[in-house]
């Protein structure tokens, strides 16, 4: 999106969410909570750990408020910690 690609609302593929299945909990035992990840043609090309993006066009889609539980995370996270 940043280099011009346009957001539109989708589903995951059953791909999709393997790839997600076997991040994630990798991912959170590293105590990342906010990782985005870039899928083309069922492949995993990248995982963006520094910045990555899709907030405000999951919001601007209709989406949750992914920015507010990102931060309830957080706050979570210190309170536990």
Do not use: H, Y
Not at 42 to 61: C, D, F, K, M, Y
């Amino acid at each position: 999106m940043v280099r011009g690609g346009a957001a539109q609302a989708t589903e995951l593929s059953d791909r999709e969410r393997e790839i997600c299945a076997g991040l994630g909990a990798v991912l959170r035992a590293r105590g990342l909570l906010f990782v985005g990840i870039d899928v083309i043609d069922g492949s995993l090309t990248e995982i963006n750990v520094t910045s990555p993006t899709g907030i405000r066009a999951i919001a601007r889609l209709g989406g949750p408020d992914v920015a507010a539980k990102i931060w309830d995370a957080i706050e979570k996270k210190r309170a536990s910690g």
